[in-house]
Each structure stands twice: as structure tokens, then as C-alpha cells.
């Protein structure tokens, strides 16, 4: 069911844009990458930067999982989206969506272990469990190359634990129920500021280096005139400069917004099969017996 977080918005602080213009409000989608109250809390003030350039309101909305956005997008559900590197390259290429700007920070993969286990290389983790999110994640399929290049092929020499979120990784570790687990940068680098004692008792095996895909882009449709586009480019690459933009960088560590490039969107393109109907997930699997976060805390 679709997740109207400007309802949201109203109850916690009537933060929408004041404007009393007749229009209907523009809908921003966002792929879901965290909680709706998390979206709200991070993004209210990309929100209302869009809502003050655009001249109308703006509502945020989501959906349920990965694929019911995708869907939703290429149904004409969102006049302009935040999404994950390889759903904006496929709304890109196959139905002309624009990006506008895209996030310097970059997706990338950190895999880890308990601090006092005996593992010290990835080849180690044969005939293991790793624990990681959604497998039609960046996250995952990095996860995956890197196994992969360790001789080892993720849901067959490495069997999955499937996680309600990238949040949930580190708990399993910690119950046992995966000797190693697969999550997000963007989440880890945060881990020793929100649950330090945890931090402590896990460790770093591998990270993705760089150059990884860029891990927001926020495009408009094809249908969108390029005056609009540039305008709203010009607004955002300079939100950087206004204390609430400061602030939104290093609450959502989008770090800063960048003109994109080709190149930069090419980085996504080894991911986007998975985005695709025929494709299928790992042939191990299992699920989490339900480890999670406490609620409010980040997820990815």
C-alpha cells in the first residue's frame, strides 16, 4: 500500500510548503531505502528546497518494496523521484527519465564479522552464512562481485540470510545466526555514532573500493521541459551553501549534489539486470529469525 508521508509530515510540524497556489501537488517519490518516519525526519528539507523552486507543494510517497517503485515509476505514479543508482539507469533508458542531479556520496559494500571470530579473508566464508538486505540491492550485488572474486558464488558456496533490512545485519551477526553479513557504507560509517558497544564487538573484512555508482539520483520524466530541469539544478547545486542545506547534507549523508554525467551514471549499468522480470534471486536463502533495530534508528 502506498506510503503517503505528507500526511506524515502534517502531524509532525505542518512542514509543507505554504504557498496557496491551486495546483495539485508535485509527488516526490522515494524509493525505499528507509522508514517512512525516517524519510520524513532526512528529507523534509530537500522537500521543501523542491516545494520553493518548483513553486508548488510537494508530497512525499513510496512504496512497499523495490519493485512495486520501479513499477509505480514507470507508470507515471511520481512527477520526480529520489531513487538508487540502477532504477534511475533503467527509468533513464528505457522510459527517458532525466536525472537532475545526483549524490557525491556512492553506494559501496562493507562485509563484516564478529571481532573475535577466526575469518580473515573472504574465502573463508565458504560453506557459511552471510546475512544481507534485498537482494536486488547495489548493496547485495557488491557484496556478490566481491565473493565472486574470492572463487565463491553467493547463495550456493555462501548461503543467504535474508534481512527485513540492512539495519538488521549486524544483529544477526551478533545472535549467531550468520557468522558474516553484508551492509551498506552509507550505514556502517554511521554505526560507532548510533550503537557504539556494537561497533566495538564487530569488524571490517572487506570494503568496495571506488568508483561505485553514485547512491541518489533525483530525476524528473521525460515529459518535464528542460527550463524546469535546469532551474531546479541550479537550485539544488547550490543548496550546499544554505544552513539548511548543511544541515540536510549531514543528517542524510547525501554529502552534496553534483551535475550528473554519463560516466557517473554508467557506473550503475552491471546492476540494473536485476531490475528486470526474468531476473531471479539467490537459489539459498533462509530468513532472519527477526533480529532488528530499535525503532528510529537508521536503515538502509
Same mark, same amino acid.
Given at each position: 500500500?502506498?506510503?503517503?508521508?505528507?500526511?506524515?509530515?502534517?502531524?509532525?510540524?505542518?512542514?509543507?510548503?505554504?504557498?496557496?497556489?491551486?495546483?495539485?501537488?508535485?509527488?516526490?517519490?522515494?524509493?525505499?531505502?528507509?522508514?517512512?518516519?525516517?524519510?520524513?525526519?532526512?528529507?523534509?528539507?530537500?522537500?521543501?528546497?523542491?516545494?520553493?523552486? &518548483?513553486?508548488?507543494? !510537494?508530497?512525499? +510517497?513510496?512504496?512497499?518494496? @523495490?519493485?512495486?517503485? =520501479?513499477?509505480?515509476?514507470? #507508470? %507515471?505514479?511520481?512527477?520526480?523521484?529520489?531513487?538508487?543508482?540502477?532504477?534511475?539507469?533503467?527509468?533513464?533508458?528505457?522510459?527517458?527519465?532525466?536525472?537532475?542531479?545526483?549524490?557525491?556520496?556512492?553506494?559501496?559494500?562493507?562485509?563484516?564479522?564478529?571481532?573475535?571470530?577466526?575469518?580473515?579473508?573472504?574465502?573463508?566464508?565458504?560453506?557459511?552464512?552471510?546475512?544481507?538486505?534485498?537482494?536486488?540491492?547495489?548493496?547485495?550485488?557488491?557484496?556478490?562481485?566481491?565473493?565472486?572474486?574470492?572463487?565463491?558464488? &553467493?547463495?550456493?558456496? !555462501?548461503?543467504? +540470510?535474508?534481512?527485513?533490512? @540492512?539495519?538488521?545485519? =549486524?544483529?544477526?551477526?551478533? #545472535? %549467531?545466526?550468520?557468522?558474516?553479513?553484508?551492509?551498506?557504507?552509507?550505514?556502517?560509517?554511521?554505526?560507532?555514532?548510533?550503537?557504539?558497544?556494537?561497533?566495538?564487538?564487530?569488524?571490517?573484512?572487506?570494503?568496495?573500493?571506488?568508483?561505485?555508482?553514485?547512491?541518489?539520483?533525483?530525476?524528473?520524466?521525460?515529459?518535464?521541459?528542460?527550463?524546469?530541469?535546469?532551474?531546479?539544478?541550479?537550485?539544488?547545486?547550490?543548496?550546499?551553501?544554505?544552513?539548511?542545506?548543511?544541515?540536510?547534507?549531514?543528517?542524510?549523508?547525501?554529502?552534496?549534489?553534483?551535475?550528473?554525467?554519463?560516466?557517473?551514471?554508467?557506473?550503475?549499468?552491471?546492476?540494473?539486470?536485476?531490475?528486470?522480470?526474468?531476473?531471479?534471486?539467490?537459489?539459498?536463502?533462509?530468513?532472519?529469525?527477526?533480529?532488528?533495530?530499535?525503532?528510529?534508528?537508521?536503515?538502509?
Amino acid at each position: 500500500m502506498k506510503i503517503i508521508l505528507s500526511m506524515l509530515l502534517t502531524v509532525l510540524g505542518g512542514l509543507f510548503f505554504s504557498s496557496s497556489v491551486a495546483a495539485e501537488p508535485l509527488r516526490l517519490g522515494v524509493f525505499p531505502y528507509i522508514s517512512p518516519a525516517q524519510m520524513v525526519e532526512q528529507l523534509s528539507p530537500l522537500r521543501q528546497r523542491l516545494a520553493t523552486a &518548483l513553486e508548488r507543494e !510537494v508530497e512525499m +510517497l513510496s512504496a512497499p518494496d @523495490f519493485m512495486t517503485f =520501479v513499477e509505480r515509476q514507470a #507508470a %507515471g505514479h511520481y512527477d520526480l523521484v529520489i531513487t538508487a543508482p540502477h532504477m534511475g539507469r533503467l527509468a533513464q533508458q528505457r522510459d527517458g527519465w532525466q536525472p537532475v542531479v545526483i549524490s557525491s556520496q556512492q553506494t559501496a559494500t562493507v562485509i563484516l564479522v564478529r571481532a573475535d571470530a577466526d575469518i580473515t579473508r573472504l574465502e573463508q566464508l565458504k560453506g557459511r552464512r552471510l546475512a544481507v538486505g534485498n537482494w536486488r540491492s547495489v548493496t547485495y550485488l557488491l557484496a556478490a562481485r566481491a565473493l565472486n572474486a574470492a572463487g565463491l558464488e &553467493l547463495g550456493d558456496d !555462501v548461503q543467504v +540470510l535474508e534481512t527485513a533490512t @540492512f539495519s538488521n545485519v =549486524v544483529a544477526a551477526i551478533l #545472535a %549467531g545466526e550468520a557468522v558474516a553479513g553484508a551492509t551498506p557504507t552509507l550505514l556502517w560509517d554511521q554505526w560507532s555514532h548510533v550503537y557504539p558497544e556494537e561497533k566495538r564487538r564487530i569488524r571490517e573484512l572487506f570494503r568496495a573500493p571506488p568508483p561505485n555508482p553514485h547512491s541518489f539520483l533525483l530525476m524528473m520524466p521525460a515529459a518535464a521541459d528542460q527550463a524546469t530541469i535546469d532551474h531546479l539544478r541550479g537550485s539544488l547545486l547550490a543548496f550546499h551553501r544554505d544552513p539548511a542545506g548543511q544541515a540536510f547534507f549531514q543528517e542524510s549523508n547525501f554529502e552534496s549534489f553534483q551535475l550528473p554525467s554519463e560516466e557517473a551514471m554508467a557506473l550503475a549499468d552491471p546492476f540494473v539486470y536485476v531490475l528486470l522480470p526474468e531476473s531471479s534471486g539467490p537459489s539459498e536463502t533462509s530468513k532472519s529469525s527477526g533480529a532488528s533495530r530499535p525503532a528510529g534508528k537508521p536503515e538502509e
